[in-house]
């Protein structure tokens, strides 16, 4: 269990840095198309590719976040009205969930990026294979696989104010 958990924030503080350089790449790939576009009417070609590239790696890795930090989204309306013991198994089972999801995706996604033509398209704008951007989808769903199947475990040995605040969103890290 502790080994997961170190696992499990350890991957979460990586997740955090590359969010922050993610927002930060893309805030500047915006700001100088809109410079380059307005100030010297000669728009960069590769500054909206960045961003939505920057988008995309940032939607799953903060994806893969919020399921560490118990901020995703979620129906609490009958979960308030259970038992502990319902509660438990609703976690467990929920967790379990997203763990299948995560890792068929991850597979599904390791399937298709190994696939050689996905390796020789080259995007139009940055001329990169396009192997990095759709390299965010499997690295995403590896790191929510892992963040769920912390919260799996603990779901075996929470007491009754963790299920509390698993349910309201608490702070996991």
Known sequence: MKIVSAISDSLYKFEK?????????????????VFFRYIFGNPLTWSDELAV????????????????????ASLDLLFEKMSLLWKRIFLVV??????????????????WISNPSVKTQISPGLKISMFLPYLAVPFG???LLIHAFH??????VYNEAEVETANEGGDAS
């Open 17 to 33: 840095l590359l969010a922050v350089i993610l927002m930060t790449t893309m805030l500047c790939s915006i700001a100088l198309g």
């Open 53 to 72: 590239y920057m988008l995309i790696w940032l939607t799953f890795v903060g994806g893969s976040m919020s399921v560490k930090t118990l901020r995703a």
């Open 94 to 111: 929920g967790y379990l969930c997203v763990m299948i999801f995560a890792g068929v995706v991850a597979y599904m996604a390791i399937q």
């Open 141 to 143: 769903m590896i790191c």
């Open 151 to 156: 919260h799996f475990l603990q779901g075996f």
